[in-house]
Protein backbone atom coordinates (compact mmCIF):
# COMPACT_ATOMS: atom_id res chain seq x y z
CA UNK A 1 0.00 0.00 0.00
CA UNK A 2 1.23 3.29 -0.99
CA UNK A 3 1.37 5.97 2.30
CA UNK A 4 3.32 9.06 2.72
CA UNK A 5 5.15 7.99 5.61
CA UNK A 6 6.67 5.04 6.54
CA UNK A 7 7.29 2.85 10.23
CA UNK A 8 10.78 4.24 10.82
CA UNK A 9 9.30 8.14 9.83
CA UNK A 10 5.96 7.28 12.06
CA UNK A 11 8.84 7.14 14.70
CA UNK A 12 10.71 10.48 14.53
CA UNK A 13 8.82 12.44 16.32
CA UNK A 14 5.40 13.73 17.15
CA UNK A 15 5.71 16.03 14.66
CA UNK A 16 6.27 13.73 11.91
CA UNK A 17 2.67 12.24 12.91
CA UNK A 18 1.42 16.01 12.32
CA UNK A 19 2.40 16.16 9.17
CA UNK A 20 0.69 13.32 8.26
CA UNK A 21 -2.92 14.23 9.61
CA UNK A 22 -1.98 17.74 8.29
CA UNK A 23 -1.56 16.01 4.80
CA UNK A 24 -4.84 13.95 5.10
CA UNK A 25 -7.21 16.50 5.81
CA UNK A 26 -6.80 17.21 2.03
CA UNK A 27 -4.86 21.03 1.95
CA UNK A 28 -5.80 21.84 4.98
CA UNK A 29 -3.17 24.01 6.87
CA UNK A 30 -3.17 26.35 9.65
CA UNK A 31 -2.62 29.96 7.70
CA UNK A 32 -5.72 32.01 8.86
CA UNK A 33 -5.73 33.67 5.34
CA UNK A 34 -5.19 31.28 2.47
CA UNK A 35 -4.79 31.78 -0.96
CA UNK A 36 -7.74 30.20 -2.58
CA UNK A 37 -6.04 27.45 -4.23
CA UNK A 38 -2.60 26.01 -3.95
CA UNK A 39 -1.48 23.61 -7.02
CA UNK A 40 0.25 20.89 -5.83
CA UNK A 41 -1.27 21.24 -2.37
CA UNK A 42 2.16 19.38 -1.28
CA UNK A 43 4.82 17.67 -2.53
CA UNK A 44 7.25 15.17 -1.34
CA UNK A 45 11.11 15.34 -0.95
CA UNK A 46 13.94 13.51 -2.42
CA UNK A 47 12.24 13.51 -5.97
CA UNK A 48 14.65 13.13 -8.96
CA UNK A 49 13.83 16.91 -10.07
CA UNK A 50 14.36 19.22 -8.12
CA UNK A 51 12.77 21.76 -9.27
CA UNK A 52 9.03 22.25 -8.54
CA UNK A 53 6.53 24.74 -9.43
CA UNK A 54 3.73 26.01 -7.24
CA UNK A 55 0.93 28.08 -8.60
CA UNK A 56 -1.15 30.02 -6.48
CA UNK A 57 -4.45 31.92 -7.35
CA UNK A 58 -6.09 34.30 -4.93
CA UNK A 59 -7.07 38.26 -5.03
CA UNK A 60 -4.15 40.25 -6.41
CA UNK A 61 -1.53 37.79 -5.08
CA UNK A 62 0.50 38.68 -8.45
CA UNK A 63 1.25 42.27 -6.62
CA UNK A 64 2.74 40.20 -3.15
CA UNK A 65 5.94 39.52 -2.37
CA UNK A 66 7.32 35.77 -1.45
CA UNK A 67 8.90 35.22 1.95
CA UNK A 68 10.26 31.47 2.54
CA UNK A 69 12.47 31.75 5.99
CA UNK A 70 13.15 27.89 5.88
CA UNK A 71 16.53 26.11 4.80
CA UNK A 72 16.84 23.49 2.26
CA UNK A 73 14.21 25.82 0.29
CA UNK A 74 15.18 28.15 -2.29
CA UNK A 75 13.16 30.60 -4.36
CA UNK A 76 14.25 30.34 -7.68
CA UNK A 77 11.66 32.76 -9.49
CA UNK A 78 8.32 34.25 -8.84
CA UNK A 79 6.37 34.67 -11.92
CA UNK A 80 3.58 37.28 -12.40
CA UNK A 81 0.98 36.79 -14.80
CA UNK A 82 -1.45 38.77 -16.94
CA UNK A 83 -4.22 37.82 -14.78
CA UNK A 84 -3.21 39.83 -11.30
CA UNK A 85 -4.68 36.77 -8.92
CA UNK A 86 -1.78 34.03 -10.13
CA UNK A 87 1.66 33.74 -8.83
CA UNK A 88 3.53 30.97 -10.21
CA UNK A 89 6.44 30.21 -7.80
CA UNK A 90 9.64 27.74 -9.11
CA UNK A 91 11.28 26.58 -6.10
CA UNK A 92 15.10 24.67 -5.89
CA UNK A 93 14.08 21.84 -3.63
CA UNK A 94 17.16 19.83 -3.97
CA UNK A 95 18.07 19.68 -0.34
CA UNK A 96 14.41 20.08 0.95
CA UNK A 97 13.92 17.81 4.05
CA UNK A 98 10.01 16.36 4.87
CA UNK A 99 8.61 19.25 6.77
CA UNK A 100 6.71 22.61 7.00
CA UNK A 101 7.34 25.03 5.17
CA UNK A 102 5.97 28.37 5.98
CA UNK A 103 5.08 30.29 2.51
CA UNK A 104 4.44 33.74 3.03
CA UNK A 105 3.15 36.60 0.35
CA UNK A 106 3.54 39.87 1.05
CA UNK A 107 2.01 43.07 0.53
CA UNK A 108 2.84 46.87 1.96
CA UNK A 109 4.90 44.91 4.71
CA UNK A 110 1.92 42.93 6.24
CA UNK A 111 1.55 39.02 5.70
CA UNK A 112 -1.64 38.80 2.97
CA UNK A 113 -1.59 34.84 2.38
CA UNK A 114 0.38 32.53 4.59
CA UNK A 115 0.23 28.94 3.48
CA UNK A 116 2.40 26.04 5.31
CA UNK A 117 3.36 23.74 2.31
CA UNK A 118 4.39 20.24 3.08
CA UNK A 119 6.99 18.00 1.93
CA UNK A 120 6.38 14.45 2.91
CA UNK A 121 8.73 11.36 2.85
CA UNK A 122 8.91 9.58 0.05
CA UNK A 123 8.27 5.83 0.09
CA UNK A 124 10.90 3.62 -0.05
CA UNK A 125 10.95 2.53 -3.80
CA UNK A 126 9.14 4.49 -5.03
CA UNK A 127 10.90 5.70 -7.68
CA UNK A 128 11.46 2.07 -9.40
CA UNK A 129 8.09 1.03 -8.92
CA UNK A 130 6.65 -1.66 -11.91
CA UNK A 131 4.81 -0.14 -14.44
CA UNK A 132 2.27 -1.97 -16.84
CA UNK A 133 3.95 -4.85 -19.06
CA UNK A 134 3.28 -7.18 -20.78
CA UNK A 135 2.61 -9.97 -18.50
CA UNK A 136 -0.56 -7.67 -17.88
CA UNK A 137 -4.36 -8.00 -19.45
CA UNK A 138 -6.20 -4.98 -18.98
CA UNK A 139 -10.35 -4.55 -17.94
CA UNK A 140 -11.25 -1.13 -19.24
CA UNK A 141 -14.20 -0.14 -17.67
CA UNK A 142 -16.44 3.66 -16.91
CA UNK A 143 -16.54 4.13 -13.25
CA UNK A 144 -19.94 5.53 -13.98
CA UNK A 145 -21.18 2.15 -15.67
CA UNK A 146 -19.98 0.00 -13.86
CA UNK A 147 -21.44 0.14 -9.90
CA UNK A 148 -22.94 1.74 -7.77
CA UNK A 149 -21.21 1.18 -4.08
CA UNK A 150 -22.43 4.12 -2.24
CA UNK A 151 -25.66 6.02 -3.46
CA UNK A 152 -25.42 8.79 -1.14
CA UNK A 153 -22.33 10.14 -3.66
CA UNK A 154 -25.01 10.50 -6.55
CA UNK A 155 -25.84 13.84 -5.80
CA UNK A 156 -23.64 16.29 -4.81
CA UNK A 157 -23.79 20.15 -3.43
CA UNK A 158 -21.92 22.23 -5.87
CA UNK A 159 -22.28 20.02 -8.82
CA UNK A 160 -23.73 21.44 -11.98
CA UNK A 161 -25.13 17.94 -12.93
CA UNK A 162 -27.55 15.31 -10.77
CA UNK A 163 -27.17 11.32 -11.62
CA UNK A 164 -30.01 10.31 -13.35
CA UNK A 165 -29.94 6.85 -14.85
CA UNK A 166 -32.69 7.00 -16.99
CA UNK A 167 -31.05 9.51 -19.28
CA UNK A 168 -28.37 7.77 -21.69
CA UNK A 169 -26.37 10.62 -21.89
CA UNK A 170 -26.68 11.61 -17.94
CA UNK A 171 -24.93 9.99 -15.16
CA UNK A 172 -25.68 6.68 -13.82
CA UNK A 173 -23.85 6.79 -10.64
CA UNK A 174 -21.17 4.04 -10.35
CA UNK A 175 -18.09 4.59 -8.45
CA UNK A 176 -15.03 4.29 -6.91
CA UNK A 177 -16.65 1.69 -3.80
CA UNK A 178 -18.59 -0.21 -6.78
CA UNK A 179 -15.41 -0.74 -8.67
CA UNK A 180 -13.78 -1.73 -5.12
CA UNK A 181 -16.36 -4.16 -4.19
CA UNK A 182 -16.42 -5.95 -7.41
CA UNK A 183 -12.22 -6.29 -7.86
CA UNK A 184 -12.34 -10.11 -6.92
CA UNK A 185 -14.55 -10.42 -10.03
CA UNK A 186 -12.25 -8.85 -12.12
CA UNK A 187 -9.12 -10.35 -10.71
CA UNK A 188 -10.79 -14.04 -10.82
CA UNK A 189 -11.09 -13.94 -14.20
CA UNK A 190 -7.54 -13.10 -14.80
CA UNK A 191 -6.96 -9.57 -15.71
CA UNK A 192 -4.00 -7.86 -13.69
CA UNK A 193 -4.95 -4.30 -14.92
CA UNK A 194 -7.51 -2.43 -15.08
CA UNK A 195 -7.59 1.17 -17.48
CA UNK A 196 -10.49 3.41 -15.07
CA UNK A 197 -12.41 6.22 -17.87
CA UNK A 198 -11.04 9.41 -16.23
CA UNK A 199 -11.93 10.08 -12.53
CA UNK A 200 -11.32 13.77 -11.97
CA UNK A 201 -13.96 16.50 -11.32
CA UNK A 202 -16.26 17.14 -14.74
CA UNK A 203 -18.28 20.18 -12.49
CA UNK A 204 -20.10 20.07 -16.82
CA UNK A 205 -23.60 20.95 -16.91
CA UNK A 206 -24.09 18.11 -18.93
CA UNK A 207 -22.38 14.72 -20.36
CA UNK A 208 -20.18 14.97 -17.75
CA UNK A 209 -20.35 10.87 -16.84
CA UNK A 210 -17.36 10.13 -19.26
CA UNK A 211 -15.27 11.92 -17.24
CA UNK A 212 -13.14 13.66 -20.48
CA UNK A 213 -13.38 17.73 -19.66
CA UNK A 214 -11.45 18.14 -16.56
CA UNK A 215 -12.69 20.96 -14.19
CA UNK A 216 -9.95 20.46 -11.58
CA UNK A 217 -6.47 17.96 -11.74
CA UNK A 218 -6.28 17.39 -8.58
CA UNK A 219 -9.62 16.39 -7.75
CA UNK A 220 -11.82 13.18 -7.70
CA UNK A 221 -15.15 13.71 -9.36
CA UNK A 222 -16.92 14.34 -5.92
CA UNK A 223 -19.84 11.57 -7.04
CA UNK A 224 -17.09 8.84 -7.66
CA UNK A 225 -15.63 9.64 -4.35
CA UNK A 226 -12.66 11.60 -2.57
CA UNK A 227 -8.88 11.27 -3.69
CA UNK A 228 -7.98 9.45 -0.87
CA UNK A 229 -11.19 6.53 -2.15
CA UNK A 230 -9.23 6.15 -4.92
CA UNK A 231 -5.62 6.23 -3.03
CA UNK A 232 -7.29 2.84 -1.29
CA UNK A 233 -8.78 1.58 -4.13
CA UNK A 234 -5.42 1.22 -5.88
CA UNK A 235 -3.73 -0.01 -2.85
CA UNK A 236 -6.90 -2.84 -2.27
CA UNK A 237 -5.97 -3.57 -6.30
CA UNK A 238 -2.45 -4.22 -5.69
CA UNK A 239 -3.07 -6.16 -2.94
CA UNK A 240 -4.81 -8.38 -5.21
CA UNK A 241 -2.65 -8.61 -8.07
CA UNK A 242 -4.10 -5.63 -9.91
CA UNK A 243 -2.31 -2.76 -11.74
CA UNK A 244 -4.69 0.47 -11.97
CA UNK A 245 -3.99 2.85 -15.22
CA UNK A 246 -5.19 6.25 -14.96
CA UNK A 247 -6.76 7.63 -18.16
CA UNK A 248 -5.15 11.70 -18.51
CA UNK A 249 -6.04 13.97 -20.79
CA UNK A 250 -3.71 17.19 -21.63
CA UNK A 251 -5.00 18.12 -25.00
CA UNK A 252 -8.02 19.93 -23.72
CA UNK A 253 -10.50 20.96 -20.59
CA UNK A 254 -13.59 21.64 -19.22
CA UNK A 255 -15.08 24.40 -20.16
CA UNK A 256 -16.52 24.90 -16.72
CA UNK A 257 -13.06 24.66 -15.58
CA UNK A 258 -12.21 27.02 -12.32
CA UNK A 259 -9.66 28.67 -14.40
CA UNK A 260 -11.38 29.36 -17.63
CA UNK A 261 -13.42 32.20 -15.80
CA UNK A 262 -10.02 33.84 -14.90
CA UNK A 263 -7.22 32.87 -17.60
CA UNK A 264 -3.69 33.52 -16.21
CA UNK A 265 -3.36 35.03 -19.46
CA UNK A 266 -4.62 34.91 -22.71
CA UNK A 267 -2.35 31.91 -24.00
CA UNK A 268 -3.64 29.91 -21.63
CA UNK A 269 -6.10 28.07 -24.23
CA UNK A 270 -5.74 28.18 -28.38
CA UNK A 271 -8.05 30.94 -28.92
CA UNK A 272 -9.74 31.75 -32.68
CA UNK A 273 -11.67 34.81 -33.66
CA UNK A 274 -14.56 32.55 -33.58
CA UNK A 275 -14.87 28.56 -32.84
CA UNK A 276 -12.97 26.72 -34.62
CA UNK A 277 -12.66 22.93 -34.24
CA UNK A 278 -9.95 20.58 -34.74
CA UNK A 279 -9.99 18.96 -38.36
CA UNK A 280 -9.35 15.31 -37.21
CA UNK A 281 -7.08 14.92 -39.55
CA UNK A 282 -4.24 13.49 -37.85
CA UNK A 283 -2.26 12.67 -40.83
CA UNK A 284 -1.25 16.52 -41.60
CA UNK A 285 0.73 16.06 -38.38
CA UNK A 286 3.48 13.90 -39.97
CA UNK A 287 2.70 14.75 -43.88
CA UNK A 288 6.15 15.46 -45.63
CA UNK A 289 4.31 17.63 -47.63
CA UNK A 290 1.34 19.49 -45.39
CA UNK A 291 0.51 22.69 -45.11
CA UNK A 292 1.08 24.76 -42.00
CA UNK A 293 -2.79 26.04 -42.01
CA UNK A 294 -3.80 22.41 -41.93
CA UNK A 295 -1.85 21.55 -38.86
CA UNK A 296 -2.46 24.13 -36.75
CA UNK A 297 -6.23 23.26 -37.03
CA UNK A 298 -5.66 20.10 -36.46
CA UNK A 299 -3.71 20.56 -33.67
CA UNK A 300 -5.09 24.35 -31.88
CA UNK A 301 -8.30 23.87 -32.98
CA UNK A 302 -11.11 22.37 -30.13
CA UNK A 303 -12.05 18.79 -29.69
CA UNK A 304 -15.36 20.14 -28.96
CA UNK A 305 -17.59 23.27 -27.76
CA UNK A 306 -17.07 22.39 -24.35
CA UNK A 307 -13.49 21.54 -24.35
CA UNK A 308 -11.20 23.84 -25.00
CA UNK A 309 -7.85 23.40 -26.45
CA UNK A 310 -4.91 23.83 -23.69
CA UNK A 311 -1.47 25.48 -25.49
CA UNK A 312 1.27 23.36 -24.08
CA UNK A 313 3.46 26.13 -25.41
CA UNK A 314 2.71 28.30 -22.60
CA UNK A 315 5.82 26.95 -20.27
CA UNK A 316 3.58 27.60 -17.24
CA UNK A 317 1.11 25.58 -18.15
CA UNK A 318 3.73 23.08 -19.36
CA UNK A 319 5.59 22.75 -16.42
CA UNK A 320 1.91 22.51 -14.56
CA UNK A 321 0.88 19.51 -16.39
CA UNK A 322 4.06 17.78 -16.20
CA UNK A 323 4.06 18.01 -12.58
CA UNK A 324 -0.18 17.33 -11.90
CA UNK A 325 0.90 13.59 -13.52
CA UNK A 326 4.28 13.06 -11.18
CA UNK A 327 1.51 14.06 -8.04
CA UNK A 328 -0.54 11.50 -8.84
CA UNK A 329 1.41 8.58 -9.52
CA UNK A 330 3.40 9.46 -6.33
CA UNK A 331 0.19 10.28 -4.32
CA UNK A 332 -1.89 7.56 -5.19
CA UNK A 333 0.43 4.53 -6.42
CA UNK A 334 -0.76 4.18 -10.19
CA UNK A 335 0.79 2.02 -12.15
CA UNK A 336 0.38 3.73 -15.56
CA UNK A 337 -1.59 6.49 -17.15
CA UNK A 338 -3.49 6.39 -20.81
CA UNK A 339 -3.01 9.49 -22.35
CA UNK A 340 -6.11 10.57 -24.36
CA UNK A 341 -6.13 12.14 -28.12
CA UNK A 342 -2.48 11.44 -27.43
CA UNK A 343 -1.74 13.86 -31.53
CA UNK A 344 -3.81 16.41 -30.75
CA UNK A 345 -1.38 18.12 -27.98
CA UNK A 346 1.60 19.47 -29.12
CA UNK A 347 3.61 16.58 -29.98
CA UNK A 348 6.67 18.31 -28.86
CA UNK A 349 5.31 18.97 -25.27
CA UNK A 350 4.19 15.38 -25.28
CA UNK A 351 7.53 13.96 -26.13
CA UNK A 352 8.82 16.55 -23.24
CA UNK A 353 5.83 15.46 -20.50
CA UNK A 354 6.60 11.52 -21.27
CA UNK A 355 10.34 12.29 -20.71
CA UNK A 356 9.68 14.11 -17.68
CA UNK A 357 7.56 11.29 -15.68
CA UNK A 358 9.70 8.33 -17.33
CA UNK A 359 12.80 10.20 -15.58
CA UNK A 360 10.77 10.09 -12.22
CA UNK A 361 9.90 6.73 -12.63
CA UNK A 362 12.17 4.77 -14.95
CA UNK A 363 9.63 1.87 -15.54
CA UNK A 364 6.38 3.14 -15.12
CA UNK A 365 3.86 2.56 -18.39
CA UNK A 366 2.63 5.64 -20.36
CA UNK A 367 0.07 4.12 -23.79
CA UNK A 368 -0.35 7.04 -26.16
CA UNK A 369 -4.02 7.02 -27.77
CA UNK A 370 -3.36 7.41 -31.42
CA UNK A 371 -6.19 6.83 -33.40
CA UNK A 372 -4.73 6.03 -36.90
CA UNK A 373 -5.14 2.57 -38.59
CA UNK A 374 -1.84 2.61 -40.25
CA UNK A 375 0.75 0.58 -38.30
CA UNK A 376 2.90 3.74 -40.19
CA UNK A 377 1.23 6.32 -38.32
CA UNK A 378 0.87 3.82 -34.86
CA UNK A 379 4.55 3.79 -35.04
CA UNK A 380 5.22 7.55 -34.92
CA UNK A 381 3.95 7.89 -32.05
CA UNK A 382 5.62 5.01 -29.81
CA UNK A 383 8.68 6.50 -28.62
CA UNK A 384 12.06 4.56 -28.57
CA UNK A 385 13.57 5.78 -31.94
CA UNK A 386 13.30 8.81 -34.10
CA UNK A 387 11.16 9.46 -36.76
CA UNK A 388 11.61 10.83 -40.30
CA UNK A 389 11.69 14.37 -38.81
CA UNK A 390 13.81 13.19 -35.66
CA UNK A 391 10.24 13.25 -33.19
CA UNK A 392 10.39 10.92 -30.21
CA UNK A 393 7.62 10.64 -28.14
CA UNK A 394 8.92 9.23 -25.25
CA UNK A 395 5.92 6.70 -24.63
CA UNK A 396 6.75 3.11 -24.27
CA UNK A 397 3.54 2.23 -25.88
CA UNK A 398 0.55 3.43 -27.91
CA UNK A 399 -2.81 1.49 -28.70
CA UNK A 400 -2.42 -0.42 -31.87
CA UNK A 401 -4.90 0.67 -33.84
CA UNK A 402 -3.96 -0.87 -36.71
CA UNK A 403 -4.68 -4.34 -35.47
CA UNK A 404 -7.85 -2.95 -33.73
CA UNK A 405 -8.94 -2.76 -37.50
CA UNK A 406 -7.76 -6.14 -38.73
CA UNK A 407 -9.65 -7.66 -35.69
CA UNK A 408 -13.38 -6.32 -36.60
CA UNK A 409 -12.96 -8.04 -40.36
CA UNK A 410 -10.66 -11.02 -39.70
CA UNK A 411 -13.46 -13.52 -38.47
CA UNK A 412 -16.09 -12.07 -40.61
CA UNK A 413 -14.76 -11.82 -44.56
CA UNK A 414 -14.38 -14.47 -47.13
CA UNK A 415 -11.00 -15.53 -47.65
CA UNK A 416 -9.04 -13.81 -49.83
CA UNK A 417 -5.32 -12.38 -50.90
CA UNK A 418 -5.32 -9.69 -48.31
CA UNK A 419 -8.57 -10.34 -46.59
CA UNK A 420 -10.38 -12.49 -43.67
CA UNK A 421 -7.31 -14.05 -41.70
CA UNK A 422 -4.62 -12.45 -43.79
CA UNK A 423 -5.39 -8.45 -42.39
CA UNK A 424 -3.95 -10.36 -39.44
CA UNK A 425 -0.92 -12.18 -40.69
CA UNK A 426 0.00 -8.39 -42.62
CA UNK A 427 -0.66 -6.22 -39.96
CA UNK A 428 1.53 -8.58 -38.05
CA UNK A 429 3.96 -8.32 -40.95
CA UNK A 430 4.65 -4.86 -40.48
CA UNK A 431 5.88 -5.04 -36.78
CA UNK A 432 9.81 -3.95 -38.35
CA UNK A 433 7.85 -0.15 -37.91
CA UNK A 434 8.02 -0.61 -34.44
CA UNK A 435 10.67 -0.21 -31.60
CA UNK A 436 8.91 -2.29 -29.57
CA UNK A 437 5.58 -4.17 -30.84
CA UNK A 438 5.80 -6.35 -27.88
CA UNK A 439 4.48 -3.36 -25.69
CA UNK A 440 1.59 -2.45 -28.11
CA UNK A 441 -2.25 -2.63 -26.34
CA UNK A 442 -4.20 -5.25 -28.45
CA UNK A 443 -7.59 -5.06 -28.52
CA UNK A 444 -11.21 -5.83 -29.96
CA UNK A 445 -12.78 -2.95 -28.72
CA UNK A 446 -13.85 0.04 -26.28
CA UNK A 447 -15.77 3.02 -24.62
CA UNK A 448 -15.85 4.67 -28.02
CA UNK A 449 -15.91 1.82 -30.75
CA UNK A 450 -18.45 -0.38 -32.08
CA UNK A 451 -18.68 -3.23 -29.50
CA UNK A 452 -16.65 -6.46 -30.09
CA UNK A 453 -19.71 -8.65 -30.68
CA UNK A 454 -20.87 -6.58 -32.89
CA UNK A 455 -17.88 -6.41 -34.89
CA UNK A 456 -17.74 -9.94 -35.27
CA UNK A 457 -21.27 -10.44 -36.48
CA UNK A 458 -22.63 -11.37 -32.99
CA UNK A 459 -20.97 -14.74 -33.60
CA UNK A 460 -20.18 -16.69 -30.48
CA UNK A 461 -17.58 -18.48 -32.10
CA UNK A 462 -15.71 -15.35 -34.04
CA UNK A 463 -15.90 -14.09 -31.10
CA UNK A 464 -13.83 -16.77 -28.84
CA UNK A 465 -11.59 -16.84 -32.04
CA UNK A 466 -11.47 -13.02 -31.75
CA UNK A 467 -10.44 -13.28 -27.89
CA UNK A 468 -7.95 -16.17 -28.53
CA UNK A 469 -5.80 -14.02 -30.77
CA UNK A 470 -5.93 -10.67 -28.42
CA UNK A 471 -4.87 -12.64 -25.49
CA UNK A 472 -1.73 -15.24 -27.36
CA UNK A 473 -0.59 -12.74 -30.11
CA UNK A 474 2.25 -10.32 -29.28
CA UNK A 475 1.81 -7.09 -27.31
CA UNK A 476 -0.88 -6.51 -23.91
CA UNK A 477 -4.16 -7.38 -24.39
CA UNK A 478 -7.24 -5.11 -23.25
CA UNK A 479 -11.09 -5.75 -23.00
CA UNK A 480 -13.47 -3.25 -22.38
CA UNK A 481 -16.42 -4.00 -20.03
CA UNK A 482 -19.47 -5.92 -20.94
CA UNK A 483 -17.66 -8.16 -23.52
CA UNK A 484 -17.95 -11.23 -21.18
CA UNK A 485 -21.73 -10.31 -21.32
CA UNK A 486 -21.71 -10.15 -25.14
CA UNK A 487 -22.77 -6.36 -25.27
CA UNK A 488 -23.45 -5.18 -28.86
CA UNK A 489 -23.68 -2.11 -30.05
CA UNK A 490 -22.57 0.71 -33.03
CA UNK A 491 -21.24 3.48 -31.79
CA UNK A 492 -23.44 5.30 -34.39
CA UNK A 493 -26.36 4.65 -32.65
CA UNK A 494 -25.32 6.56 -29.79
CA UNK A 495 -22.46 6.34 -26.90
CA UNK A 496 -25.68 5.75 -24.01
CA UNK A 497 -25.59 2.22 -25.89
CA UNK A 498 -21.94 1.22 -26.09
CA UNK A 499 -21.50 2.10 -22.59
CA UNK A 500 -24.50 0.21 -20.63
CA UNK A 501 -24.59 -0.46 -16.98
CA UNK A 502 -23.49 -3.46 -15.64
CA UNK A 503 -26.16 -5.79 -14.66
CA UNK A 504 -26.44 -5.70 -11.04
CA UNK A 505 -23.66 -3.17 -9.88
CA UNK A 506 -26.89 -0.73 -8.84
CA UNK A 507 -29.28 -1.31 -5.95
CA UNK A 508 -32.25 -3.37 -7.25
CA UNK A 509 -30.75 -4.41 -10.55
CA UNK A 510 -33.48 -7.25 -11.46
CA UNK A 511 -29.83 -9.44 -12.66
CA UNK A 512 -26.69 -9.87 -11.28
CA UNK A 513 -24.47 -10.54 -13.60
CA UNK A 514 -21.40 -10.29 -11.42
CA UNK A 515 -22.73 -14.13 -10.32
CA UNK A 516 -22.62 -17.43 -12.92
CA UNK A 517 -26.66 -17.24 -12.02
CA UNK A 518 -27.24 -13.79 -13.30
CA UNK A 519 -25.53 -14.93 -16.87
CA UNK A 520 -27.01 -16.81 -19.56
CA UNK A 521 -25.51 -19.85 -21.16
CA UNK A 522 -23.88 -17.93 -24.18
CA UNK A 523 -22.30 -15.10 -21.70
CA UNK A 524 -20.76 -17.51 -19.45
CA UNK A 525 -19.28 -19.67 -22.06
CA UNK A 526 -17.53 -16.53 -23.12
CA UNK A 527 -16.64 -15.71 -19.27
CA UNK A 528 -15.01 -19.03 -18.64
CA UNK A 529 -13.51 -18.62 -22.51
CA UNK A 530 -11.76 -15.08 -21.22
CA UNK A 531 -11.73 -16.98 -17.47
CA UNK A 532 -9.71 -19.88 -18.70
CA UNK A 533 -6.90 -18.34 -21.56
CA UNK A 534 -6.05 -15.07 -19.05
CA UNK A 535 -5.40 -17.02 -16.07
CA UNK A 536 -3.62 -19.64 -18.42
CA UNK A 537 -1.64 -16.59 -19.94
CA UNK A 538 -0.96 -14.96 -16.55
CA UNK A 539 1.17 -17.99 -15.40
CA UNK A 540 2.84 -18.69 -18.97
CA UNK A 541 5.47 -16.52 -19.50
CA UNK A 542 6.04 -17.60 -23.12
CA UNK A 543 2.96 -15.21 -24.10
CA UNK A 544 4.70 -11.97 -22.36
CA UNK A 545 7.39 -11.87 -24.03
CA UNK A 546 7.72 -14.58 -26.25
CA UNK A 547 8.69 -14.60 -30.19
CA UNK A 548 6.26 -14.55 -32.00
CA UNK A 549 6.33 -17.12 -35.16
CA UNK A 550 3.31 -16.74 -38.09
CA UNK A 551 2.29 -18.63 -41.31
CA UNK A 552 0.61 -17.48 -44.28
CA UNK A 553 -2.99 -18.40 -43.60
CA UNK A 554 -4.32 -20.99 -46.04
CA UNK A 555 -7.64 -22.12 -46.53
CA UNK A 556 -8.47 -19.86 -44.07
CA UNK A 557 -6.23 -21.32 -40.98
CA UNK A 558 -4.31 -19.35 -39.31
CA UNK A 559 -1.52 -21.02 -37.31
CA UNK A 560 1.10 -19.13 -35.36
CA UNK A 561 3.78 -20.19 -32.73
CA UNK A 562 4.96 -18.08 -29.34
CA UNK A 563 8.39 -19.27 -28.51
CA UNK A 564 11.08 -19.00 -25.88
CA UNK A 565 14.15 -20.64 -24.45
CA UNK A 566 12.03 -23.07 -22.54
CA UNK A 567 8.47 -23.08 -23.60
CA UNK A 568 6.69 -22.83 -26.79
CA UNK A 569 3.06 -22.15 -27.26
CA UNK A 570 0.41 -23.23 -30.54
CA UNK A 571 -2.27 -21.84 -32.10
CA UNK A 572 -4.77 -22.65 -34.36
CA UNK A 573 -7.73 -20.60 -35.67
CA UNK A 574 -9.94 -22.48 -38.25
CA UNK A 575 -12.14 -19.86 -39.24
CA UNK A 576 -14.12 -22.70 -41.85
CA UNK A 577 -17.56 -23.33 -40.78
CA UNK A 578 -16.77 -27.03 -41.10
CA UNK A 579 -13.86 -29.23 -39.57
CA UNK A 580 -10.51 -29.33 -41.26
CA UNK A 581 -7.55 -31.43 -41.53
CA UNK A 582 -4.47 -29.92 -40.46
CA UNK A 583 -1.24 -31.28 -42.30
CA UNK A 584 1.48 -30.08 -39.91
CA UNK A 585 4.47 -30.81 -41.60
CA UNK A 586 4.40 -27.03 -42.78
CA UNK A 587 4.90 -26.02 -39.42
CA UNK A 588 7.72 -28.36 -38.48
CA UNK A 589 10.11 -24.83 -37.28
CA UNK A 590 7.57 -24.16 -34.75
CA UNK A 591 6.79 -27.52 -33.50
CA UNK A 592 10.58 -28.84 -34.06
CA UNK A 593 11.78 -30.80 -30.65
CA UNK A 594 8.05 -31.84 -29.00
CA UNK A 595 6.11 -34.83 -29.42
CA UNK A 596 3.01 -33.90 -27.94
CA UNK A 597 0.52 -30.59 -27.40
CA UNK A 598 -2.37 -30.20 -25.01
CA UNK A 599 -5.29 -27.81 -25.61
CA UNK A 600 -5.06 -25.47 -22.70
CA UNK A 601 -9.16 -24.86 -23.30
CA UNK A 602 -10.16 -28.42 -23.74
CA UNK A 603 -7.11 -30.65 -22.21
CA UNK A 604 -7.08 -32.78 -25.33
CA UNK A 605 -3.97 -33.85 -25.84
CA UNK A 606 -2.22 -34.20 -29.29
CA UNK A 607 0.40 -36.82 -29.93
CA UNK A 608 3.18 -36.29 -32.91
CA UNK A 609 2.49 -33.93 -35.28
CA UNK A 610 1.40 -35.86 -38.60
CA UNK A 611 -2.06 -34.54 -39.24
CA UNK A 612 -4.53 -32.74 -36.99
CA UNK A 613 -8.46 -33.05 -37.10
CA UNK A 614 -9.50 -29.06 -36.17
CA UNK A 615 -12.94 -28.63 -35.60
CA UNK A 616 -14.61 -25.45 -37.64
CA UNK A 617 -15.16 -22.27 -36.29
CA UNK A 618 -12.89 -22.77 -33.23
CA UNK A 619 -9.24 -21.53 -32.09
CA UNK A 620 -6.82 -23.96 -30.18
CA UNK A 621 -4.28 -23.15 -27.90
CA UNK A 622 -1.55 -25.83 -27.74
CA UNK A 623 1.59 -26.16 -25.32
CA UNK A 624 4.04 -28.13 -26.46
CA UNK A 625 5.78 -31.19 -24.89
Known amino acids: MHTFFTPKTLAKSVATAFL ?4 AVSHIVAAQNQPERVEPPFWWS ?3 HNELQI ?4 EDIGRTTVKIDHPGIRLKEAVSVTSPNYLFLYLDIATTDPGVYPLRFMYGGETKFAYDFVFNEREPGSRYREGLNASDAMYLLMPD ?21 DEPSGRHGGDIPGIKKHLDFIADMGFTAIWLNPVLENNQPRYSYHGYATTDYYKIDPRFGTNEDYRNLVATAEDKGIKIIKDLILNHCGHHHWWMEDLPSPDWVNQWDDFTRTTYRMTTIVDPHG ?12 FDTNMPDLNQNNRLLAHYLKQNAVWWIEYSGI ?10 ADRFFMSDWAE ?7 YFMLIGEAWMGVPAMVKYYQGGHHNHDGYNSNFPSVFDFALYDAIGQAFTEEEGWSTGLMRLYNTLAQDFLYPDPYNLVVFGDNHDTDRIFTRVGEDLEHLKMALTFIFTTRGIPQVYTGT ?10 GHGELRTNFPGGWPGDPVNAFTREGRTNEQNLIFDHISALLNFRKDTPVLHYGWLLQYVPENDIYVYFRYDGTDTIMVVLNNNDAEKMLDLNRFHEGWEGYNQAEDVLSGRVYNGFDTWQIPGKSSVVLQLR
Open 46 to 48: DMY
Open 55 to 58: MVYG
Open 145 to 165: RFANGDPSLDDQPGMLEQANR
Open 20 to 23: FVLV
Open 356 to 362: YVRSEYP
Open 484 to 493: ELLESAFEHD
Open 335 to 344: QGIRMDTQPY
Open 291 to 302: SKHDYNRMVNGW
